[in-house]
């Protein structure tokens, strides 16, 4: 869910900011204070979930200057400045410039709660357009970027929508080849951290030093062979995104530390003892049930519980075979674009093979496949496979849950509407849907 908007009064008379924000407190209103319109332009960005209120006369910076500062910045942002008894010219000028509203001093509480209100309902209104709008954007790129148009792959997506604007943590778990990273890139991609810097980092096969290395950082002679200093993964991630593939493997004693990076969002470098703060977004994946391994004692649970606000499940390729077809044509021609080569014809009985076998790669072994036919290698070994024939029953099932899941998705998830296409009574096809895992 999207945060409602606040307010950010910018008022430097103590006694008057104290009785603003205990007006609008009390109102119900969730507020911040600052004393002036430079710490204010220091928490203001572009679409920033809050109204300012600010008093037009401030030491250095003045609220006219910040209200000039704030349009350019945002202009859908509404501005409320308080102005003094005389202050009409003042005001008027403010008005022509862009603020919201304007209140005269001395004004009554209810006014400014009144004018504060209609002034939150605006921005959570521009708020709530701009994210329908910045969803429909990135509803095709998503879907050129996570190919499928299986259930399972259309709720990811939108899973993926519903979070990727908001700076909370995620943990990706999927079999290897799946696609975890490019689950991250996505949901970094897409939210509004997407110019900063999105740093990568695989947990498996390193020792603990060159991990607490990598991710730390290190000063000059903090250990054999550092040489000089080196910014860690996690502050140069800062603003940004910090994505950990393999977080299964990470020792314990990196799992105390990286948990406690996320509860304060400080770190030191290895040989250093200042704290410095970071500000980043941790996406961690996982092949394996991290609470599986936190009950075996073999993963911190406090840490998993940390990681695991916001969880994307992605499915096995054997799980959704209706998308094989989709996926393989789309690996063919990049394949072939990539090898200067004309894109080799698919015959049906070629899918139907590819679409039998279990894939144990996912969608890595499925590309590598691609590649393999573009070049004209193994083309008969790729479809067999490991030579296993598929049994009728098999054949049947897998039809099946093609049929089911493309009208299924063609109807927007309605049973109803599913079960009248298909001419299968209801209860019949929620217990196939079921069967498939398709509900």
Known sequence: MKPEPSVLLVEDDPNVRLGCEQAMQLAGIA????????????????????????????????????LRWVVELDADLPVIIITGHGDV????????IGAYDFMQKPFSTNALIDVVRRALEKRALVLEVESLRRRIDHWDDLEARLIGRSPQMAKVRQLILDVAGAAVDVL???ETGTGKEMVARCLHDLG??????????NC????????DSEL??????????????????????????????????????????????????????????????????????SKDDLKLLADQGKFRADLYYRLNVVRIELPPLRE?????????????????????????????????RLMARDWPGNIRELRNAADCHALGINRD???????????????????????????????????????????????TLHDKLKKYGLI
Do not use: W
């Open 89 to 96: 010219t003042l005001a008027v000028e403010a008005m022509r």
């Open 192 to 201: 509004r951290a997407a110019p900063q810097n999105y740093v990568a980092l």
């Open 381 to 427: 070994a790729i479809a067999s496979g490991s030579g296993a024939v598929q049994s009728l029953t098999e054949a049947v099932e897998n039809y099946e849950r093609g049929l089911l899941a493309d009208e299924f998705s063609r109807q927007k998830g309605n049973i109803a509407h599913t079960s009248e296409a298909l001419k299968i009574a209801r209860t």
């Open 216 to 285: 730390f950082g290190h000063e000059s002679g903090a250990f054999t062979g550092a040489q000089k200093r080196r910014i860690g993964k996690i502050e140069h991630a800062s603003g940004g995104t910090l994505f950990l593939d393999e977080v299964e493997s990470m020792p314990i004693n990196m799992q105390i530390k990286l948990l406690r990076v996320l509860q304060e969002r400080v770190i030191e470098r290895l040989g250093s003892n200042q704290q410095i703060p970071v500000s980043c977004r941790v996406i961690a994946a």
């Open 31 to 66: 507020v911040e204070t600052v004393a002036s319109a430079e710490e204010a332009q220091r928490r203001l960005r572009l679409g920033y979930p809050a109204i300012v209120v600010s008093d037009m006369r401030l030491p250095g910076i003045d609220g006219m200057a910040l």
């Open 320 to 352: 959704r075979r209706e998308d094989i077809p989709a996926l393989y044509d789309e690996f063919l021609l990049h394949a072939a674009k990539r090898y200067n080569r004309p894109p080799p014809p698919v015959t049906s009985d070629y899918l139907r």
């Open 204 to 211: 498996g096969g390193m020792s603990d030093t060159l991990l």
């Open 172 to 174: 990706i778990f999927g």
